[in-house]
């Protein structure tokens, strides 16, 4: 029962998540995993290290660095190197304007697609189980 509840959770996570990439994609030409890069990077002000954002996104660094890559690419966010008597590791990852306004432009789609697709479904009492166990948790 647990087992399968657990495999019930995973499948419905993994089936929100590709609904929601694929809007945010076609909506706004940047991935799910962009946005939440994308996020990351406001809530800590704009401006964070490239291992900051790494660890707040739960990424691996070497893939971490192709999407920073591809991200710079686009002009959504640019990396800089720290002054020369810095720690040499200590490059930050800053968003820029154009990265700011398609934040902005795709976190309304988000927040509505999260509410569409998964709060809408939720009672009060839902809620506080889901608060509860995921305190459990994580």
């Not at 019930?8 to 991935?31: K, P, Y």
């Not at 946005?35 to 406001?42: F, V």
Request: proline fraction near 2%; charge should be neutral; glycine fraction near 6%.
């Amino acid at each position: 029962e647990r087992i399968a509840l657990w495999r019930q959770f995973c499948v419905a996570s993994d089936v929100l998540r590709r609904r929601i990439d694929q809007e945010i994609t076609d909506e706004h030409g940047i991935s799910l995993v962009w946005y939440d890069c994308l996020t990351a990077l406001r809530d800590g002000g704009g401006t964070m290290r490239v291992s900051e954002l790494c660890r707040a996104l739960q990424e691996v660094p070497s893939s971490f660095s192709r999407r920073l890559d591809r991200m710079e690419d686009d002009g959504l966010l640019e990396r800089r190197d720290p002054p020369r008597d810095a720690d040499r590791r200590a490059v930050t990852v800053t968003m820029t304007r154009e990265g700011r306004a398609v934040w902005r432009d795709a976190n309304v789609t988000y927040r509505h697609l999260v509410q569409q697709h998964f709060a809408v479904a939720l009672t009060e009492t839902d809620i506080a189980a889901l608060q509860r166990f995921l305190g459990k948790v994580i």
